[in-house]
């Protein structure tokens, strides 16, 4: 695909210091009958890991999916990589997403393909040639410790397995910006955890910046108190109750931002929507 | 239950052949740009010309029986009964192949189509490709497109055969009719603008069941039930934009050939 082939490696190398990753700004967008997000405004910076929180069916998803230019805004302006959405033909939009990994909430791997093509299938998609297509797919899926189900397909796989594919799809191509869907959802507590490491590690290793939607609060102080430490190969809390400084929160209820900052400020928040929904 | 407002009706309806002309046109553009999906294309044309073989053999032989008897007991009040290939060859070239190929293949693929690219929808899967940097418009819908309108050409003419063919068979075993007289009558009656007109019309029917078909995938909501929805619908319409545009085809070459 030549298209694939002129653009840079990297999206965000050339990016003006202090460009935000992924901007938003108010926007608003609805279905049919009724409004869902309403005069959204933030911003992502490089590095930084966002977690959206909120209750189901607030417009967490479809948040991310105007990041990823899968939707498009009724009013408002989204720019990724400090390029406007708006202002982007449909071609530089696909080439714009090259750079952008998404784990989808019930994961979306490709029924009719094994673990092995579902990974591939952005290599393929930029007919790589064949022979490192096979140790790139193998080096991904052994980031997500999944090696031996390479040749299955996706409906052998329990729901953590399918999960933990679809992070190997979405990182394989070491994107400049990873949007994680509800990674931990419907999964136990024991399979949430090793998926939290595994975005802990993505974070840390390559510092990739990301935004991640859950509902498991838990989930998202894990993310915020922990680190991934190297020598050992492991996720490691932070010591003195220190926090990670990239890792910021978005809070969302009823289409509105309720909370944008940093966890410190949303544990010493004394809003009392907020209070009641971090009990 | 809201009350069925007609202006409301009529609105989706107009939002529908929009939503659906944008769509086959895309698809038809993608033919001339790159990247096209070559492959996808052959799996497509195996699954929807080898997989309808059957069913079309079938029906092709068994029209043409049928007709042969019909034909015979009209044909015969006039003393006309050597007639009868003439009758069966013009009929299954012209009208019968083409039209029936496209009823079962329309069953068959248009169908198959929906509900595939239906289920690819509601499990995101359709958006995954996106975010994946992949055009589903060009990935899926016109590799189904051309494989259709490819493999329902070459599919009708194998009806035509099998359907003259076993019109055959009938006026031999059954009406005690002479074979090659059969034949020949049934080769000199079909002239060039009847082989045309046979043949023009499954490049629309594979047009219409492959965009028809993805058209109803690709807006399937409402997750499974929705899928179910879109494959009947996908059919119905499929079904009878063929019989329509089999009218229209028919009215237009009689206009061209003069019969
Ligand atoms: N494609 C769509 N068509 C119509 N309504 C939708 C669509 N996608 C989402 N919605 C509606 O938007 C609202 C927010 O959905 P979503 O973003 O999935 O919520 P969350 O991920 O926060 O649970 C819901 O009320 C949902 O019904
Ligand atoms: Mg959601």
Redesign the interface.
């Given at each position: 695909m030549a298209a694939a082939l002129t653009v840079p490696s990297s999206a965000v190398d050339d990016l003006p210091e202090g460009t935000p990753i992924v901007a938003f700004d108010h926007v608003s967008i609805g279905f049919e009958t009724h409004k869902v997000l309403t005069d959204i405004s933030f911003s992502v910076a490089r590095g930084e890991t966002r977690i959206i929180l909120g209750p189901a069916g607030c417009g967490k998803s479809t948040l991310m999916k105007l990041a990823n230019g899968l939707l498009d805004p009724d009013a408002g302006e989204i720019s990724i990589f400090g390029r406007k959405l708006s202002s982007m033909s449909e071609r530089e939009v696909f080439a714009m997403r090259a750079h952008v990994g998404m784990v989808f909430q019930e994961s979306a791997l490709f029924d009719s393909l094994d673990v092995e093509d579902n990974v591939a299938y952005r290599l393929h998609e930029d007919k790589v040639p064949e022979d490192q297509i096979h140790d790139r797919v193998v080096e991904a899926l052994r980031f997500v410790e999944l090696e031996k189900a390479i040749s299955k397909f996706p409906s052998e796989l329990s729901g953590g397995m399918r999960r933990r594919v679809s992070i190997a799809r979405a990182i394989i191509t070491k994107p400049d910006l990873i949007l994680y869907d509800s990674p931990t959802g419907g999964l136990d507590p024991i399979t949430s955890t090793t998926i939290i490491e595994l975005v802990v590690k993505q974070r840390d290793v390559s510092s990739t910046t990301s935004l991640l939607i859950t509902h498991r609060l838990q989930d998202a102080f894990t993310l915020a108190t922990h680190r991934w430490d190297t020598t050992t190969n492991s996720m490691q809390k932070i010591p003195n109750g220190d926090l990670d400084p990239n890792t910021k929160f978005l809070v969302l209820n009823e289409g509105h931002i309720v909370f944008d900052g940093t966890t410190r400020e949303l544990t010493h928040s004394t809003d009392p929507w907020l209070k009641a929904y971090l009990e | 239950m809201s009350l069925f407002s007609p202006e409301a009706y009529a609105k989706s309806v107009v939002a529908s052949v929009q939503e659906y002309s944008l769509l086959a046109g895309r698809a038809v553009g993608d033919l001339f740009s790159?990247?096209r999906y070559i492959a996808d294309t052959f799996t497509q044309m195996d699954s929807i010309g080898v997989g309808s073989l059957p069913i079309v053999v079938l029906t092709g032989f068994f029209t043409g029986c049928v007709l042969a008897l019909q034909a015979a007991v009209s044909l015969k009040e006039f003393g006309a009964v050597n007639m009868t290939g003439r009758l069966v060859a013009l009929s299954m070239v012209k009208e019968l192949g083409p039209v029936l190929t496209g009823l079962m293949v329309s069953g068959r693929n248009a169908s198959g189509m929906a509900s595939e690219l239906g289920?690819?929808k509601v499990?995101?899967?359709i958006?995954?490709?996106?975010?994946?940097?992949?055009?589903p418009i060009r990935k899926l819908v016109a590799p189904r497109i051309v494989a259709t309108v490819f493999m329902l050409f070459f599919l009708t003419i194998i009806s035509d055969a099998c359907g003259t063919g076993g019109g055959a068979l009938i006026a031999v075993t059954l009406l005690h009719l002479n074979g090659p007289a059969f034949f020949h009558t049934a080769y000199m009656s079909l002239v060039y603008g009847d082989v045309i007109e046979g043949l023009t019309k499954p490049l629309f029917s594979g047009f219409i069941i492959a965009s028809i078909g993805c058209y109803y995938g690709l807006t399937t909501t409402g997750g499974t039930r929705g899928v179910g929805r879109a494959t009947t619908q996908a059919v119905v319409v499929s079904s009878v934009l063929i019989i329509l545009c089999d009218f229209l085809v028919t009215q237009f070459m009689i206009g061209i050939f003069g019969r």
């Open positions: - | 790159r990247p289920s690819m499990s995101e899967q958006d995954a490709m996106r975010a994946l940097g992949t055009d």
